[in-house]
């Protein structure tokens, strides 16, 4: 069997999908599953250039096509569908494979392959429900490009059946991770505090910044984690950061975007990881922080509430509150007895059921039943 996995960036561009994406590859091709990668061309700020390329990495062969926006000034989803790119030539790759395995609502690749028959899987890493009702082409190439989808969330499987997809084409298979490769190391540095994560709004990293006021006790904050596409957010982030450090109670880094191998030594290290977002899908962060006996403070949005039971893997506050988060905070740093029992059971319940060859043997399986279909 040759899967081809299909995303809209790819390493080394950096962010959770591009991880997940290249993760699954990795650990697929080690058990005898011949798979392969296409993306679209383009830089570090995930603009496109009109020209193709072919490399290996991880030994993984990896098509980079050309692609323009085809509505370059509009960058409005209500006006592009979720197709944002117009690909050079690509659908003559496709032959190759056995199975086009597509990630990310991002429409382009999906929409352009529609007359392609071969079995289609949509690994979906979020979406925007309250959009898609309100907008029937959205909608509908939603529900047309593939054969079967796959939700990381609960809350996103019944969010799919509610715009109308059937519950037979989901499966429910949440994100994982090298649970050997993320794994504790003593000792832990007191009053750590960790974010790692994209640079936007949605994260509520500003909430997080704010929250240090509160707090009584000097702590040091590690931001790790690539600028998104909103330049104003990122600045004004950036003096939040200078305006916090300059009163000389905290400490902020902000380390920009890092490799794994050295994003897994600040989580190695971390007292805390805190994610205050506004909305999630399933964070590989927290999976991460657990397996490294890290507990994490967080918000119920999204996947969260099922990998983090409160109180007991870590704390869930509201989001947007930087008092109740100051509180979770202050609890926590000041209970190491707590932290330790919270990280042990975090990285137990990681091992057990969200490591990276627990979801490869469940694509293995719905490969399977793909290939059934045509």
């Keep these: 069997m040759r899967v081809l996995m299909i995303s809209p960036c790819y390493y080394p561009v950096r962010g959770g999908t591009e991880t997940i994406v290249r993760n699954l590859a990795i650990t697929l091709n080690k058990n005898v599953i011949q798979t392969d990668v296409m993306t679209f061309n383009v830089n570090q700020n995930r603009k496109p250039k009109w020209r193709g390329e072919t490399e290996k990495i991880d030994g993984i062969t990896v098509f980079r096509i050309p692609a323009l926006n085809w509505l370059w000034k509009l960058h409005s989803i209500r006006i592009t569908a979720g197709v944002n790119f117009v690909p050079g030539r690509f659908t003559n790759i496709l032959k190759n494979y056995d199975i086009l395995h597509f990630h990310e609502f991002e429409l382009s690749f999906p929409f352009f392959s529609l007359f392609r028959k071969k079995p289609k899987l949509l690994h979906l890493h979020g979406i925007n429900p309250n959009f898609l009702k309100r907008h029937h082409i959205s909608r509908l190439l939603l529900k047309h490009v593939a054969q079967m989808y796959i939700s990381i969330s609960k809350q996103m499987t019944r969010e799919l059946i509610a715009l109308g997809l059937q519950e037979s084409r989901i499966s429910y298979v949440p994100n994982g991770i090298d649970t050997n490769f993320f794994k504790p190391e003593k000792p832990k540095e007191e009053n750590l505090l960790l974010y790692v994560g994209r640079i936007s709004e949605l994260k509520g990293l500003h909430i997080l910044i704010k929250t ?117 905070l202050a609890y926590l740093l000041e209970n190491e007895t707590i932290r330790f029992r919270m990280a042990s059971e975090g990285q137990k319940l990681v091992k057990e059921q969200y490591s990276i060859d627990v979801v490869c043997k469940k694509l293995r399986s719905i490969y399977s039943q793909l290939n059934e279909l045509l």
């Design 212 to 328: 240090l006021r509160y707090l009584k006790e000097n702590v040091h904050l590690v931001i790790i984690g690539p600028p998104d596409w909103n330049t104003n957010y990122y600045q004004n982030l950036l003096y939040l950061i200078e305006k916090e450090n300059s009163k000389g109670l905290h400490k902020i880094d902000y380390l920009g975007a890092m490799e794994q191998s050295e994003i897994v030594k600040w989580y190695q290290k971390a007292s805390l990881l805190v994610l205050p977002s506004y909305a999630e899908g399933f964070p590989v962060t927290i999976l991460e922080a657990l397996s490294c006996e890290t507990p994490v403070i967080a918000t119920p949005v999204g996947g969260i509430p099922e990998i983090i039971e409160n109180n007991k893997t870590g704390i869930l506050i509201p989001p947007g509150d930087p008092k109740r988060l100051a509180e979770a």
